[in-house]
């Protein structure tokens, strides 16, 4: 039937919905130049595209004028009809919208006209749809030139059409457009205007044809190439014929994606603004503290929050760094801690990078009497979990006699526990407080046990920002991620904490003497410190000293002998005694005394293992899994050196 | 990082807590330049800091205008004098697997490495003890290599190919939007692509040949090994690995400042599968 019909795809494309509003806009700017913009007005129809792309100027020019007459229905009647009469009566019919779509406004008001026309047309509609489509392009094309001389309402422009020459006197401008006759078939056309030169024809048929746009795309070539060329007017970058590809894809990309109202909230940049809601909480608080009270004066020399800007220029100079503003917020963040806990002294012990979240750390000394109602909490359940145990144990006894076929009762008994040490000593001699981020609400731990710090010493794992996360290791660890931070802090505290050889001295006790590697666990700072000179303090480690008490391998600084009966012990049977009796050569452990300095520290003279080097720089002594941002009192630690 | 936008890159990655001292970023400011000047590169990287026991070694890297070219690279050991390093053959790391440790900070150190060599002289096979020397220099040029192959990281966009083959600087990246930063997909590996030649062509079909050249991180085993993190609220998308500690990559969503740096003792994580 007729030539094959033309390849849909370099087709320009023709738009599926068309919004009324849209429709003004390109009206409007149809006035402003003639060649009409063909495929704008099409509305939405049920038409599958290649019945659009086919009918593209007789659609165009019918719809144009459907929308304002009559509802898309009758439009879509409307072209059935067309199309009908068109296979069925080359001749005789009249489809006097067809050449009003390219005329400017002032026809617009003949669509009354149009309305009596559509019900003689709608009668036709009865005839064959189905067989529509398919002969529609054939039809289509053959029909042209009659199409033309249909136009009985016209008969002034019929000049322009004539039917002997298909394409009319204008010449086809694109050679590229062999398959698109329709667009070009039309003469932009006014009445009023005398016909134009063919070379400006041409450039009128051209743009036409640009400000086609397509059932997928509502964006016209036309209007791209103005905007891409907008903007690159616009910026001037350097060397645009290097950004066209890119300027192309965002300029299209930036059609499609509009920036939103301003009135609207940006949904993706919530969290940041909630984030600086509470950072903002941070800084007015502390300036309202300030103003309300004038008795705060007084105590400004004694506050307990330590000038974190300060230690932060330090530790600067010596490349470890945390920027600027970020230790201010911690400064801030750690003056809400003070505030909020009786707190008597305040370091910030620094921080440690988690998987998700980051913890930053605070370490804390309580003021006196302050006692934590948390730590009496926690101690309960366990006295609890004893008593029942022994109580078991009684009973498990009394049946043993009665019966004589049971169970034999496994010989191994857990490990005494450890008890943890009191607070303010040894490894729980401070508190630690916790937040993820400066104006998040601080978090304490808990204090450690000794058999966390002995797991702790078998696992290596990444903290994931979460304080109940558990941890899954091998050796199992007895504890949550919380309970893990706390025992991997005092770890490092107690093997990295050091200071300059005499700045710190035993205080004057009466009672000097040793009790077997107890020692003293105090000290003071010297008050007749002088310094040492950096050279000397670089090139021996002997001017370096530990002021945290070492751990001991049994987790605790100071030891204990956890065989000691205790008196809920000595009420078990026989049977544990003689059990106990095997371990009772349990050797005190001993470990080396505060002060003591770095020189002595294990691994200080120990060859490195496969490079054979000997190393005489003290190694620190735990192996961490992130390197965390540890810092010791005020005299700055050189760790790399 | 780029050594044009150093201060602002240096504050940006500073949240890992490695940071440099004034008076190494003054330095590096003005030996970067020079550094671009004297050796005509297109782009100069300071790539990082690697932590020795005596002495820290700074690095640069220069890039010419293909991006995926292979790159020179300098060490320095006071920021302000530059040795050229020669480039990483598969013969150095496979010499240089066997040292383990810190590194000492001294580029003429030596490691020892005794190995049992089968010798035959004549007849006789026997296995002799050899001492192997390696020079820490050696050394450094495959750990740099390694990191670089293993763990270095450019968000899509920023880089497209051309149709004749180099690789350029995309000059209209705008920056990765929130919804895409937070996403490892997003985030390539800058080197050429291994793993690119695997995929389905279902997958193959989904790309952009100018824009998704390189292997994504979003399948590095094992799975788990990079950390993404949003700072200052979501004003920050900050990328550790795991693998390497000590690599952190940030990138400020919606706008072009990116880059990645390198402080760490330059030693591979080895546990990592059991630290998940």
Redesign the interface.
Known sequence: MGDTPPDPEPRPQQPSSRRSSQVSQRRSRELSHLPPTISEEVPRIAFDDRVLQSGQGILASQNNFQDWSSGPLLTQQENLTMFQAEEDQLGGVEYPSLNMGFQPQPYLEEGGIQAARNTSLMQQLQQGQGSLFQQLNSAYLETQPNFLGQFSMYQGEDLQFNQGAPHGPYMRDDPALQYSPSELGFMPFNVEVPEPEPRELAVQNAKAYLLQTSVSCSLSLYEHLVNLLTKILNQR?EDPL??L???NR?TQWEWFHPRLDTMRDDP?????????DRQKGLFLRSGAAGEGEQEMEEEVAETAVPNVMETAFYF????????SD?SFRIFMALKQLVEQQPIHTCRFW??V??????YLVAEVEFREGEEEGEEEEVEEPMEGGEGLDAHAEEEGEEDEEKVTDVIPKPMWKPPPVIPKEESRSGTNKYLYFVCNEPGRPWTRLPHVTPIQIVQARKI???FTGYLDAPVI?FPPFPGNEASYLRAQIARISAATHISPLGFYQFGEEEGDEEEGGAGRDSYEENPDFEGIPVLELVDSMANWVHHTQHILPQGRCTWVNPLQKTEEEEELGEEEEKADEGLEDMEQEVGPPLLTPLSEDAGSLRT??????T?T?PRTSTPL???P?STSTPAARKS?? | MDAESLLLSL??A?????????D?RASLLTSLTLVKRDYRYDRVLFWGRI????A?YYIAQGLSEDQLAPRKTLYSLNCMEWSLLPPATEDMVVQTS?????F?GDPS?E????ELQKMSEGEKVFEEEVVVQIKEETRLVSVIDQIDKAVAVIPRGAL?KTPFGPI?V???F?GL???EAKKLSSYFHFREPVELKNKTLLEKADLDP?LDFMDSLEHDIPK?SW?I??E????LVVL?S?LW??LTFFHAPRTKNCGYIYV?TGEKNI?LP???
């Open positions: 970058p290097s950004l590809e890119s300027l965002t993706e940049m919530e969290p940041t603004y909630e984030t600086a600067e100079q010596a490349g470890v760094a945390l920027s970020e620094g921080k990078l988690g998987l998700s979240r980051s290596k794992k990444f290791s490195s293992t496969l490079a054979g080097a190393s720089v899994c992130q390197p941002f790399w050196k | 504050e940006l500073s949240g890992s807590g490695q940071g440099l001292s004034p190494r932590l020795g026991l005596v820290d066997v040292v383990k440790g810190r000492m150190h490691y020892e490495h005794t497209f350029h995309n000059r209209t705008e939007s929130l919804s100018s788990g950390s993190q949003m200052r609220g979501n004003a550790r795991l500690p000590g760490g546990d059991f630290m998940l």
